[in-house]
């Protein structure tokens, strides 16, 4: 595995983004945006009865119409909202972001528009293929989904109900990101918790700790004293002013805009468009996995519960027989630490930045039969001088397939986790233009960037999402109209991610910064057992908070207290622990206030398909160029058109199971694999 980067100066084609300097030349490209986004709708609203309409005259503008990402205005002119060192231009650049956002939901509201579509589709005698099928009927289910077949008596009602629930998210979502709650404690009582914690946030003797994940994390894991980690809990579930009330309204009003678009439930509407296809089909999904993990999670749920016991012991404290909601992350770390004892400090020293960028290239290239090419900084326009750019070509033919920036490095007003913004989308010659941003620390010539075996994973995973953005093929792929299901979007980087508890694979990560030497065979171990630690236990929860969500969003509750119920039943029934009177987690559930309703379940969806793929089809490692071609082809470059379940089906050359999901989580062990030939 041996990768050279390439480095030249000159045109990269039409690969490479004319960022904007200043706020007017943002602004300037939205004018444009807008004027050509008009022209095109107008057009094609234009077109009278009895003219000639064909897929390249109606359909095809829309696919790529002005003011979505295949145009690199777009791109240009609102990505830096997330990573300029300039306010200004972020400010900008987040203006232009909204107002893209208002132009593209005037677009679905085009009745001239719509009605043109609607007279191509009804009259077309063009025989179109799967591809062309796919965007038609996408089009025309985005104007259905935005009440364009409604009446206006309710086309006006669906708008005031869409006003109002954001108005009511907004409410809720301010409620967490603005409260104000400082719990206050001693440092005795925050026994476990690092030293560097407690003087960071001890103010006049008192430890202050807000109700943010980045303070309560720490406490949930590592503090010994059960009451703290208890007030600490408590507060996530309890505050937020009226969220419990605003949640019963907002779900409620999902309701009365799924039955106006003739949806029998807010769940079905959302999941028309994910891979699962029905809100049946998720509950038959989930509650499959949570019979079957049943019994192996009531064998990690003793095992807490023995570790529970003796810490209680060894504090002189009574010991209540039961397992709490505040006690799982705590005893879950405490378990790790007594059966594998990793330093991850030390762990931290094998992966030096570098070096995992460099390898994970290189395992990606033979994977998917890629070649990369750094363009030498100084000679590409970029936001920060510690960017780099890369183009992608494809190792047979030596086709350019697009390219992609690596921002790797903490600064003030940056977008602050890891993530994958897919910054231009694949149009006629101009490849697709991905973007990766980190927050990872930024080392010198004498004190190299390390980051944990967690950052190494992450950026595995997200590294993973690039290439699914490059080597998705056609024009217009992953826009909105092509976009991949959100139970299915993350499957393929979690297929990947696998490699990062790669034995092989991690010999090849790591490097220690000093010696050079990769990580040794026992802490490799270590490693690789700790993965699956109470794994059952922790998808049960996952599996109660997808429940909460499809509930919600299948019938949701007239009442508060009905709410209340809907917690304390679910969560005893699948998680084995006692919901404490009055806890409510929907008072703190942001996921399906805003990004997620009707759809958490999604990563455990896509985490099941992911581990049938890994372990059905790469047994013989990350070397098999063959299988990583075919993965390309079947499951990449399709992208966001097709059925998602028949790409998995191809791939696969059958249905997707549970049985290797479950058999990584320990809740299957002697059981044959059943799809083995």
């Not at 232009?96 to 677009?107: M, P, S, W």
């Not at 609607?118 to 965007?135: I, M, N, P, V």
């Not at 400090?345 to 070096?355: D, G, Q, S």
Request: proline share 4%.
């Amino acid at each position: 595995l041996k990768l050279q980067f390439l480095y030249f100066i000159g045109s990269m084609e039409d690969d490479e983004m004319m960022w904007p300097e200043t706020a007017s030349e943002v602004e300037e490209r939205v004018r444009q945006i807008r004027t050509a986004t008009q022209k095109t709708w107008d057009t094609i609203g234009n077109m009278r009865e009895g003219e000639e309409l064909t897929y390249d005259k109606v359909i095809s503008p829309l696919v790529t119409v002005a003011n979505y990402k295949t145009n690199p205005l777009v791109c240009e002119a609102k990505f830096l909202q997330h990573c300029s060192p300039k306010p200004l231009l972020r400010e900008a650049a987040g203006k232009a972001g909204e107002t893209f956002k208002k132009l593209r939901r005037q677009g679905r509201m085009r009745e001239d528009v719509f009605r043109t579509v609607r007279r191509y589709a009804a009259g077309r005698t063009e025989q179109l293929d799967s591809r062309k099928l796919h965007f038609l009927n996408s089009i025309l289910r985005d104007f259905r989904r935005s009440g364009l077949s409604l009446s206006p008596e309710d086309r006006n009602k669906l708008e005031r109900l869409l006003v109002e629930e954001t108005k009511l998210c907004k409410r809720y979502n301010a409620n967490v990101g603005e409260d104000k709650t400082v719990l206050h404690f001693k440092p005795e009582e925050l026994q476990g918790v690092s030293e560097r914690y407690i003087q960071d946030h001890l103010v006049d003797g008192n430890v202050c700790v807000t109700l943010k994940y980045p303070d309560v994390f720490p406490i949930m894991t590592r503090c010994a004293v059960s009451e703290t980690r208890k007030q600490v809990a408590a507060g996530r579930e309890l505050r937020f002013g009226d969220n419990l009330e605003l949640m019963v309204k907002v779900t409620s009003i999902r309701k009365e805009i799924a039955n106006l678009l003739g949806y029998s439930s807010y769940a079905d509407y959302t999941c028309e468009k994910a891979m699962a296809g029905t809100a049946s089909e998720v509950k038959k999904f989930l509650n499959e996995l949570k019979d079957k993990l049943a019994a192996s999670g009531k064998k990690e749920y003793q095992q807490l519960l023995r570790y529970k016991a003796r810490h209680m012991e060894e504090m002189g404290k009574p010991f209540d027989g039961l397992l709490q909601p505040w006690d799982i992350q705590y005893y879950s770390e405490v378990m790790t630490q007594a059966e594998y004892g990793i330093d991850q400090a030390v762990v931290a020293y094998h992966f030096p930045l570098e070096h995992v960028v460099t390898t994970t290239l290189q395992l990606y290239e033979g994977l998917l039969g890629l070649r990369f090419v750094e363009k030498e900084k100084g000679t590409f326009r970029s936001w920060h001088p510690s960017v780099r750019f890369f183009s992608a070509y494809d190792g047979d033919t030596k086709k350019r397939m697009g390219s992609f920036y690596l921002d790797l490095h903490h600064r003030h007003g940056k977008y602050p986790h890891a993530a994958i913004f897919y910054i231009r989308k694949r149009r006629g010659t101009r490849g697709a233009v991905s973007c990766m941003l980190a927050d990872l620390p930024e080392g010198s010539p004498d004190r190299p960037s390390c980051i944990g075996h967690r950052q190494m994973s992450t950026f595995f995973h997200e590294f993973g999402h690039i290439m699914h953005g490059i080597c998705a093929e056609g024009d217009g792929n992953m826009t909105r109209l092509a976009k991949c299901p959100r139970d299915f979007m993350e499957a393929p980087s979690q297929m990947l991610e696998n490699w990062c508890w790669d034995k092989k694979i991690l010999k090849l990560m790591s490097k220690h910064v000093t010696t050079g030497k990769p990580l040794s065979d026992e802490l490799i171990d270590k490693l690789v057992k700790s993965r699956f630690v109470n794994a059952s236990i922790t998808t049960l929860n996952n599996i109660f908070l997808s429940s909460v969500d499809l509930a919600l969003h299948m019938t949701p509750p007239n009442t508060v207290e009905e709410a209340q119920a809907l917690v304390d039943n679910l969560r005893p029934e699948i998680t084995m622990l006692a919901n404490p009177p009055g806890w409510n987690m929907l008072r703190n559930f942001c996921h399906v206030v805003e990004h997620y309703p009707a759809a958490y379940y999604s990563y455990l969806w896509s985490e099941v398909i992911s581990a049938d793929m890994f372990c059905s089809k790469f047994a013989d490692g990350i070397s098999n160029s063959a299988v990583g071609r075919s993965y390309r082809d079947l499951i990449l470059a399709p992208g966001g058109v097709g059925n998602s379940a028949d790409l998995v089906h191809s791939f696969l050359g059958r249905e997707h199971s549970q049985y290797h999901f479950l058999k990584q989580r320990g809740a299957i062990i002697d059981e044959p694999d059943p799809n083995a030939k």
